[in-house]
């Protein structure tokens, strides 16, 4: 798979205590390099202000110019709007996150295949005018508006973070569409059972989990269900996914007990089935969560591997999810037919 990486995502946070750090762009550049699959690559771009702003008010741009400037050489400080700490190098990082995202995405539609951007901060959480949970800019809603906006069509969002994206689904609609399974109750609180928007030109789906102790099967099972219902309806043309591995067990900020190397094949697998039956086999992938630094690294390689290998997927058992989430994927399914 094509990676799109910059030395740049090694600043934001470096030397400051906190879980989103430099090392874990790091350690997935390092693990990709040793297994062979840091070959295919593409530059980084910077995302411009107007890209930004298909996703984010100017007023909110000029807050956050202000809010790094007013950080200027002390250690670190916070975004004025949330729970992301900044120092004097996140906005030109952040910046390039979402224009290597924006890189990928282009890469993907040109060579209709498989891009990932192992980019940092992530994005998921920044609402319009709200940066807040670690992200400043989101990346997946600027390269899926991006594309609606340069190609027309319509893009599909694939959230499967432990971590509701709470910034992307407010950027759905009108061509992007949203799909997520997150803990919940959980940070930050949003995507509950009665979030549904089912349009096929912007619909939001969420799928709540228990916070802890899903199991990895009934993980898998749940996107294997939901995905193809999902696409069936929405009928994308290009995927764009929230690939945050905080899922797997043993992550320190999330931790769904899914073991991590198995559900990122499987679900990557899943992904470029669905990419291949509807998009001619585009999708960008972006890193969002993902914070026990090794697990990360071997589930971004395990995700590679499942798209360049092309396997198939392996089904998981359907009577594996439980009840209250076969619920919200049987309405999904009514919806569809
Ligand atoms: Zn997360």
């Known amino acids: 798979m094509l990676v799109v990486y910059d030395e740049l995502y090694t600043e934001h946070l470096r030397g400051v205590a906190h879980p989103e750090r430099p090392d874990r762009v790091v350690a997935v550049a390092e693990r990709l390099g040793a297994a062979g699959l840091f070959g ?75 891009a990932f951007a192992l980019v940092r901060p992530p994005g998921h959480h920044a609402e319009p005018a709200r940066g807040m949970g670690f992200c400043i800019f989101g990346n997946a809603a600027v390269a899926a508006r991006a594309f609606v906006a340069t190609h027309g069509g319509r893009a599909l969002v694939v959230d499967f973070d432990y971590h509701h994206g709470n910034g992307t689904q407010a950027a759905a609609g009108e061509g992007v569409s949203f799909v997520s399974t997150h803990a919940f109750p959980a940070y930050p609180g949003t995507g509950g059972p009665s979030e549904q928007h089912f349009a096929a030109n912007g619909a939001i789906v969420n799928v709540p989990l228990p916070p802890h102790a899903y199991g990895t099967e009934p993980f898998v099972a749940t996107w294997q269900r939901l995905l193809p219902d999902v696409a069936a309806r929405v009928r994308p043309d290009l995927l764009v996914v929230s690939a945050g591995y905080d899922y797997a067990s043993g992550d320190p900020v999330g931790d769904l007990g899914v073991a991590a190397d198995p559900a990122a094949r499987a679900l990557g697998a899943l992904i470029r089935e669905t990419a291949q039956t509807y998009c001619n086999g585009r999708a960008v992938y972006c890193l969002e969560g993902g914070y026990d630094i090794p697990t990360l690294a071997r589930a971004v390689e395990a995700t590679l591997r499942a798209h360049d290998a092309g396997v198939e997927t392996e089904r998981a058992d359907c009577a594996a999810i439980p009840a209250r989430q076969r619920t919200l994927t049987d309405a999904v399914a009514a919806w569809v037919t």
């Not at 400037?69 to 979402?98: F, K, M, N, Q």
């Not at 890189?103 to 209709?112: F, K, L, R, S, T």
């Open 40 to 114: 295919d690559r593409a530059p980084a771009r910077d995302a411009t202000d107007a890209e930004l702003e298909r996703v984010h008010p100017h007023a909110y741009l000029e807050r956050v110019k202000r809010d790094v400037a007013t950080v200027g050489s002390h250690a670190a400080g916070y975004l004025s709007t949330g729970d992301t700490v900044i120092d004097e190098t996140s906005l030109a990082v952040a910046r390039r996150a979402a224009g290597g995202t924006l890189a990928a995405m282009e890469a993907a539609v040109a060579g209709e295949r498989a």
